[in-house]
């Protein structure tokens, strides 16, 4: 009978919550990692000894020797992003492709995917003067393929005359779209085709049925970490939408977008920031003034560094909001949290903390489903001191200042989710542990 204890990592908020870090901190503690929705609109960050490694498709694990990472078949694909990376880690002197398995079944993402995503926004903001803010990647165009059963897979690149058949009829529909509904250019076929050709020598040695070499790593007794990207309010489903990505990002597709059985989820670890931030377009009830010098909302932006890891876009900053957190909280079972960036509070002299939301006269304990009622809600609010003494680098929970743990421990009595670590610095050496998620219960 196995032994092995799997956890899986989310994001709580609206992604960029410090996922990377904490994977490759986790990582020490298992024999396989899995990134299992998403695509490379996502952003890992990661510092070990002062040096720092951004990643966008390949798991965060695969900076810990000796661990295989996989990329499960709820991601969809760019091969050219995939071997940038693969190429950018190995000339960092990081063994890659020893270690990485790559689902045969991924959806890719090609071309004429981030055409039609630009051409959309464009088009959107011209008629509207609105947009989504997606990333401009082809993510969301990639998973409607997915979705209405035409994509391209990565198997599809072991029979290049299929691949041509399918790209053509593709091409015909996307290029009707570009050239007669959005005004853009059309696309040719043979680039695209003979670059993927050349993509597929690479990329072809790495493919694995995923689901099946989990079950096998299971049975051997290995413990995996699920890494999800993005965050639950970006949730296809449960986030705010229409402003969000195009997949499920909550813990329960760690099993759909691997290939194994709830079953093999033993522990969801929740990553919420110390406040809270937002890329892109949509409401965010606590945002705060995050561009005039001298307001904690730009106290957050310049010293927690808030740009995109993927896009460089400036995050928008705002106060804690625990109704959003219970709402994630429910959505993904959670069994623990991991507070990030709590040393970005040091120096403030008071905080808050949404507890509630006032909305048409009542009040709402839990953040609303769909964007249009969350824009309406007024945040309720608990005032709490800060601390000037710091935080960073503190691995001693009995170190930290009283207030700040004072803040904390209003955090998960608000939210009803146990805190089990607590970053406060950006290095993975920089964590204080309460309940190692991998210890059995």
Same mark, same amino acid.
């Given at each position: 009978?196995?032994?092995?204890?799997?956890?899986?990592?989310?994001?709580?908020?609206?992604?960029?919550?410090?996922?990377?870090?904490?994977?490759?901190?986790?990582?020490?503690?298992?024999?396989?990692?899995?990134?299992?929705? &998403?695509?490379?609109?996502? &952003?890992?960050?990661?510092?070990?000894?002062?040096?720092?490694?951004?990643?966008?498709?390949?798991?965060?694990?695969?900076?810990?020797?000796?661990?295989?990472?996989?990329?499960?078949?709820?991601?969809?694909?760019?091969?050219? #992003?995939?071997?940038?990376?693969?190429?950018?880690?190995?000339?960092?002197?990081?063994? +890659?492709?020893?270690?990485?398995?790559?689902?045969?079944?991924?959806?890719?993402?090609?071309?004429?995917?981030?055409?039609?995503? *630009?051409?959309?926004?464009?088009?959107?903001?011209?008629?509207? &003067?609105?947009?989504?803010?997606?990333?401009?990647?082809?993510?969301?165009?990639?998973?409607?393929?997915?979705?209405?059963?035409?994509?391209?897979?990565?198997?599809?690149? @072991?029979?290049?005359?299929?691949?041509?058949?399918?790209?053509?009829?593709?091409?015909?529909?996307?290029?009707?779209?570009?050239?007669?509904?959005?005004?853009?250019?059309?696309?040719?076929?043979?680039?695209?085709?003979?670059?993927?050709?050349?993509?597929?020598?690479?990329?072809?040695?790495?493919?694995?049925?995923?689901?099946?070499?989990?079950?096998?790593?299971?049975?051997?007794?290995?413990?995996?970490?699920?890494?999800?990207?993005?965050?639950?309010?970006?949730?296809?489903?449960?986030?705010?939408?229409?402003?969000?990505?195009?997949?499920?990002?909550?813990?329960?597709?760690?099993?759909?977008?691997?290939?194994?059985?709830?079953?093999?989820?033993?522990? *969801?670890?929740?990553?919420?920031?110390?406040?809270?931030?937002?890329?892109?377009?949509?409401?965010?009830?606590?945002?705060?003034?995050?561009?005039?010098?001298?307001?904690?909302?730009?106290?957050?932006?310049? +010293?927690?560094?808030?740009?995109?890891?993927?896009?460089?876009?400036?995050?928008?900053?705002?106060?804690?909001?625990?109704?959003?957190?219970?709402?994630?909280?429910?959505?993904?079972?959670?069994?623990?949290?991991?507070?990030? #960036?709590?040393?970005?509070?040091?120096?403030?002299?008071?905080? #808050?903390?949404?507890?509630?939301?006032?909305?048409?006269?009542? @009040?709402?304990?839990?953040?609303?489903?769909?964007?249009?009622?969350?824009?309406?809600?007024?945040?309720?609010?608990?005032?709490?001191?800060?601390?000037?003494?710091?935080?960073?680098?503190?691995?001693?929970?009995?170190?930290?200042?009283?207030?700040?743990?004072?803040?904390?421990?209003?955090?998960?009595?608000?939210?009803?989710?146990?805190?089990?670590?607590?970053?406060?610095?950006?290095?993975?050496?920089?964590?204080? *542990?309460?309940?190692?998620?991998?210890?059995?219960?």
């Amino acid at each position: 009978m196995t032994t092995a204890r799997n956890v899986v990592v989310v994001g709580t908020q609206w992604g960029d919550e410090g996922k990377g870090k904490l994977v490759d901190w986790l990582t020490e503690s298992a024999g396989g990692v899995i990134r299992f929705q &998403g695509g490379h609109n996502a &952003g890992h960050t990661i510092v070990i000894g002062g040096e720092t490694t951004a990643l966008h498709l390949i798991p965060s694990g695969i900076l810990r020797p000796g661990v295989t990472c996989y990329i499960g078949n709820g991601v969809v694909l760019s091969l050219t #992003k995939l071997i940038e990376e693969i190429r950018q880690l190995e000339a960092a002197g990081v063994s +890659v492709r020893e270690r990485l398995r790559v689902s045969e079944i991924c959806p890719l993402i090609l071309p004429l995917h981030a055409a039609l995503d *630009v051409a959309r926004e464009a088009h959107l903001e011209k008629s509207s &003067g609105t947009r989504i803010g997606t990333t401009g990647r082809g993510i969301g165009p990639a998973y409607e393929d997915k979705v209405a059963r035409r994509a391209l897979r990565a198997q599809d690149l @072991r029979n290049p005359t299929r691949f041509a058949a399918r790209l053509r009829d593709l091409l015909a529909l996307y290029n009707h779209v570009l050239t007669n509904m959005l005004g853009a250019g059309p696309l040719a076929f043979q680039p695209i085709f003979d670059e993927a050709m050349r993509q597929a020598e690479t990329v072809l040695p790495l493919l694995a049925d995923v689901s099946a070499e989990l079950h096998q790593a299971q049975q051997a007794g290995a413990n995996l970490l699920f890494e999800g990207a993005q965050g639950t309010m970006l949730d296809i489903d449960h986030g705010t939408y229409p402003y969000v990505t195009s997949s499920n990002c909550v813990a329960g597709n760690a099993a759909a977008g691997s290939g194994v059985g709830p079953g093999m989820l033993h522990y *969801v670890l929740g990553i919420t920031k110390a406040y809270c931030t937002r890329v892109g377009s949509g409401p965010f009830p606590t945002e705060l003034d995050w561009q005039t010098p001298g307001t904690p909302g730009h106290h957050m932006s310049h +010293v927690g560094a808030e740009k995109g890891v993927t896009t460089g876009r400036d995050r928008r900053c705002g106060w804690f909001d625990a109704a959003l957190l219970k709402r994630s909280a429910q959505v993904n079972g959670l069994h623990g949290l991991c507070i990030t #960036k709590l040393d970005v509070l040091d120096g403030l002299e008071e905080l #808050k903390i949404c507890v509630a939301y006032e909305l048409e006269g009542r @009040r709402v304990d839990l953040l609303p489903l769909g964007a249009e009622e969350i824009a309406r809600c007024t945040p309720i609010y608990e005032v709490m001191p800060g601390w000037h003494e710091t935080t960073f680098g503190v691995t001693d929970y009995a170190r930290l200042p009283r207030n700040a743990v004072s803040y904390l421990q209003r955090m998960e009595a608000l939210c009803g989710v146990p805190i089990a670590l607590v970053s406060t610095g950006p290095d993975r050496d920089q964590t204080i *542990v309460l309940r190692d998620p991998f210890a059995a219960a």
